[in-house]
């Protein structure tokens, strides 16, 4: 390990630590140092799987004092890659998984380690939830400290708005609390504001009352037709504009992948596909959601009433670890029929059949004016193409085919992004200002007070000010 001048350095720390630690020559290490995006391929020097806040403080501690570069991986499905490097030091907060509700006060708090499915289930023993996104393997924290975008956002607000306190360990390797009434300006930068300020070791939610039944459509109509394809986005704008704000929904232009949980016959067929969720009573979602049935014969259709827990495992069988994977986003501030001509134009030439051409409407609770560091408010859509392809020798046409995509729709948006789909980073701090907006300078006042060296440098960087 060259980057540790002391000899002794290491075996030290070990010795001062609960949790875990992997290092290049265990027999885990290399299954441990694999994150989701099997286009991510780091070697750490130290994989570090804490079990307390004083062993992510003693953590902190030693890569500083050894100029180490550090990541930190919640549930490690950052499609940049951040929460691993070369030769640094990894953090891997999966032994953190502590889950407590109160009913009473309707909140919960979860480890940094935990996953969304995790807390779902936890939940959901009450009767309650909060916002997560929509596949139940991605990280609480990642995710929220991102944004979140889910299938209750339009009624109870993204992840972020619904965080109400949280444990810090800074640069410095002090434990800071936070919340609305204690180290309020934290708060605000965590709601958003990504993993700039500190590691989160606990983070506090407010929750909802919610099922555990809830009616959901996922619904898949023939897109084989341009014409069908363009009417359909054009209809998905119309309705999920004036639907109630119970109602969340998502969009998505593909192909039906050719695998067996399909049958054979549709492989490759291009669909269009409608998911919503009813945040409410049954019956009433059922008729809310009824015209995403409608609006044609469904190739296939896996709608119906459903556990909540069961809507947030939708997608769960889509995106196998070790795929390759490259997601950008962007914000829309227009969706006329023109931004959808080029949608359909450019979801048609995906290289891979695995891909998707994803919408996210923006409405209801996600338009208030949230205390939070979180910009994306300020549009009715996010389009987030998303390529996912097998073969190494297909990185280019794929990587290319998203960017061109983003490239070209870039006059129907503002340039802000979603940075929780944020490609490889690429436009580095030129991004963070666009997809920050106005918010970007207070942030950077926040980064220098908590991290004025900018330690914390894997995540969508802020640069102190
Ligand atoms: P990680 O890669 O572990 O972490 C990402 C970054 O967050 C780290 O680099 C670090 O900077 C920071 N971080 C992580 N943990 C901590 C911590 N405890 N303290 C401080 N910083 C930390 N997004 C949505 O909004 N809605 C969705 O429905 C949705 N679905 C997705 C489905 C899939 C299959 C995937 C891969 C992603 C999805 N995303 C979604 C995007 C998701 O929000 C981001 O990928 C997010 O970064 C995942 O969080 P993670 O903890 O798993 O990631």
Redesign the pocket.
């Known amino acids: 390990m060259e980057a540790t001048h002391n000899p002794n350095a290491i075996d030290q720390f070990i010795a001062q630590l609960d949790g875990q630690v992997i290092l290049p020559h265990d027999a885990e290490y290399e299954e441990s140092r694999k994150?989701?995006n099997g286009m991510i391929d780091k070697y750490p020097a130290i994989i570090v799987r804490p079990t307390n806040t004083d062993d992510v403080a003693l953590t902190i501690k030693f890569a500083q004092e050894n100029d180490m570069v550090l990541?930190?991986?919640?549930?490690?499905?950052?499609?940049a890659g951040?929460?691993t490097n070369d030769h640094g030091i990894v953090v891997d907060?999966s032994h953190m998984k502590k889950i407590t509700v109160d009913p009473v006060s309707r909140t919960a708090t979860a480890g940094?380690g935990v996953l969304w499915g995790e807390l779902d289930a936890e939940t959901q023993k009450y009767g309650l939830a909060t916002p997560g996104?929509?596949?139940s393997?991605?990280?609480?924290?990642?995710?929220t400290?991102?944004?979140?975008?889910?299938w209750i956002r339009n009624k109870y607000g993204l992840?972020c708005d619904n965080l109400i306190g949280a444990e810090v360990v800074t640069a410095d390797g002090r434990v800071v609390h936070t919340s609305e009434d204690e180290n309020s300006e934290l708060l605000w930068g965590l709601r958003g504001g990504?993993?700039n300020f500190?590691?989160?070791?606990t983070f506090e939610y407010q929750l909802h009352p919610l099922g555990p039944d809830v009616m959901f459509v996922f619904v898949l109509h023939d897109g084989r037709d341009k014409k069908t394809m363009e009417r359909g986005v054009r209809f998905y704008r119309d309705y999920s504009t004036t639907a109630p704000d119970e109602v969340s929904t998502i969009m998505a232009l593909g192909q039906v992948p050719p695998d067996e949980h399909f049958p054979e016959e549709l492989h490759e067929t291009p669909f269009i596909l409608f998911g919503g969720l009813y945040a409410g009573d049954v019956e009433a979602g059922k008729k809310a959601l009824q015209p995403l049935l409608d609006f044609g014969e469904p190739l296939l259709d896996f709608s119906g009433v459903m556990p909540y827990t069961d809507a947030q495992q939708a997608?769960d069988e889509d995106?196998p670890d070790g795929l390759r994977?490259y997601w950008k986003s962007l914000n829309l501030t227009e969706l006329n029929d023109a931004a959808i001509k080029r949608i359909v134009h450019h979801a048609r030439l995906q290289p891979s059949p695995f891909s998707t051409t994803d919408l996210w409407d923006v409405g209801g609770a996600m338009k208030k004016d949230v205390d939070g560091a979180f910009h994306g408010r300020h549009v009715n859509f996010l389009l987030s193409p998303e390529a996912n392809w097998i073969d190494e020798a297909d990185d280019e046409i794929n990587v290319t085919w998203l960017r061109e995509f983003i490239d070209d729709m870039s006059i129907f948006s503002d340039g802000s992004h979603?940075l929780?789909?944020p490609g490889f980073q690429e436009e580095g701090d030129e991004m963070m200002r666009k997809s920050f907006g106005e918010k970007y300078q207070r942030l950077q006042v926040l980064k220098r007070e908590y991290d004025p060296t900018n330690f914390?440098a894997?995540?969508?960087n802020i640069k102190p000010r």
């Open positions: 994150i989701w990541s930190v991986r919640g549930g490690g499905h950052n499609v951040h929460a907060l940094g996104g929509v596949y393997k991605t990280g609480i924290a990642g995710l400290l991102g944004g979140g975008f889910g992840s990504g993993g500190g590691i989160v070791t997608f995106y994977y979603y929780n789909f914390f894997l995540n969508q």
